[in-house]
C-alpha cells in the first residue's frame, strides 16, 4: 500500500493519494512538501518510487527492503551522474511488548529525509505513523509544513510508544519476583530468564538508537535545521531515560535471581534438614535391630527369655526419646 500526501509549505493539505505519474511532477515543485508512506507495497510499487521517481542510492533502497539489525543512519550526497538530491537514510526501530508471549516485538521503519520530501518505508502497520498521519491532515502545530518536522514528530511517537511497552515490563518484574519468594520453582526460574534476556534484547535496541539520534543533536546534518535541533534532544532525552528504566529493570532481574536462588537453596537445606533428623532419630532403633538381627548362637540378651524384648524396646524408645530432647535443647528442632 502507498499513501502519499503533498502539503504547502504552510502545511496546509495541498493533495492525497497522489498518482504515482505525478509524483515528478510536485516533487520539482519547490512550494511543496511531498510525503511518501509505503506500508508492505509490492515490489513494482518500492522498485518504481525509490528508484525510478526519487533515485536513492541502491545501497540505500538494499537497506530498506532488507531486514536490518540496528539502527544507522548515512548522508547521501550527489556525486557525479547520480540523479538524487541530498538525503539522511535512517534506519529506527519501534517496540511492543506483549505479556503473553514474554518478549519484545521490533518493527523496522526506513526514512528518506530530503529538502522538500519524506519517503517512509516498513513492512507492517506502525500505530506510530497512523498517528503522526492524522496530525498531518489535521495540521497541528503545523508539523507538515518541513519534512523534518515529521521526522521529528515520527521519531516521538515512537520513541513514546516504548512507555507502555516498559509499563508492561514492570508490572511482569513485579510479579516474578512475587513469585520467586511464594513459589521458587523451575518455572518461575524460566520465566525470571526469559524476562532478563528480553530486558538485554531492550537495551540492545536502544543503545544504537541513542547513537543515532546524538548525531541529529550535535547538528550534524544540515537537512535537520538548526531550530528543531532541541525537538529532536528532547526525543533523544526520552529515549535515554527509557534506557535508563531498562537499566534498572535489569538490576532488578539480577537481584530477583539472587532471591530465587536463595530461596531455593534455603527450601533444599529444609529438606536435607529434615532427612538427617529423621535419619538421626531412627539410628538406635537401626542399632538395636541390626544387633539383634545377627545369626549367632549364643547372644546373652536373649537368656532373659521374654524379657528380653521388653528390655530391647525399653532401650530404643529411650535412646530415641533421648535424642530427640537433646535435639529440642540444641534447638535443632
Request: aromatic letters at 12%; charged letters at 25%.
Amino acid at each position: 500500500m502507498v499513501r502519499s500526501f503533498a502539503f504547502t509549505t504552510k502545511g496546509k493539505l495541498h493533495s492525497k493519494d497522489i498518482e504515482l505519474f505525478l509524483m515528478p511532477t510536485l516533487l520539482a515543485d519547490t512550494n511543496l512538501f511531498l510525503w511518501v508512506d509505503l506500508e508492505d507495497s509490492t515490489p513494482q510499487e518500492t522498485d518504481f518510487l525509490l528508484r525510478n521517481v526519487f533515485h536513492f542510492h541502491p545501497l540505500s533502497i538494499e537497506d530498506s527492503v532488507t531486514e536490518s539489525p540496528s539502527p544507522k543512519v548515512e548522508e547521501y550526497l550527489p556525486k557525479e551522474n547520480d540523479d538524487f538530491s541530498p538525503y539522511l537514510f535512517m534506519v529506527i526501530h519501534a517496540v511492543d511488548y506483549s505479556r503473553k508471549d514474554g518478549v519484545f516485538a521490533t518493527s523496522e521503519l526506513s526514512f528518506y529525509l530530503g529538502k522538500n520530501f519524506l519517503v517512509t518505508f516498513h513492512s507492517k502497520p506502525l500505530r506510530p505513523v497512523e498517528l503522526v498521519a492524522e496530525m498531518c491532515l489535521r495540521n497541528t502545530a503545523d508539523i507538515a509544513s518541513e519534512p523534518d518536522r515529521v521526522a521529528h514528530a515520527l521519531l516521538d511517537s515512537i520513541v513514546e510508544n516504548y512507555k507502555p511497552a516498559l509499563d508492561e515490563l514492570a508490572m511482569e518484574v513485579a510479579e516474578v519476583e512475587q513469585r520467586a519468594l511464594q513459589d521458587p520453582g523451575k518455572e518461575t526460574l524460566n520465566t525470571i530468564l526469559q524476562i532478563k534476556k528480553e530486558v538485554l534484547h531492550l537495551r540492545q535496541i536502544i543503545g544504537p538508537q541513542k547513537e543515532v539520534l546524538s548525531r541529529f543533536v550535535r547538528g550534524e546534518f544540515k537537512l535537520v535545521k538548526s531550530h528543531l535541533i532541541p525537538y529532536y534532544r528532547d526525543v533523544y532525552d526520552g529515549l535515554f531515560n527509557i534506557g535508563e528504566m531498562a537499566a534498572r529493570y535489569a538490576e532488578s532481574l539480577t537481584g530477583v535471581l539472587q532471591v530465587y536462588l536463595n530461596m531455593s537453596s534455603n527450601k533444599t537445606g529444609e529438606v536435607v534438614k529434615v532427612l538427617t533428623v529423621f535419619t538421626v532419630i531412627t539410628t538406635p532403633m537401626m542399632l538395636v535391630g541390626t544387633w539383634y538381627g545377627m545369626n549367632f548362637g549364643d547372644i546373652p540378651e536373649i537368656g532373659f527369655g521374654k524379657a528380653g524384648y521388653f528390655i530391647a524396646m525399653s532401650v530404643t524408645i529411650a535412646a530415641t526419646l533421648g535424642t530427640v530432647v537433646y535435639f529440642k535443647i540444641k534447638k535443632w528442632l
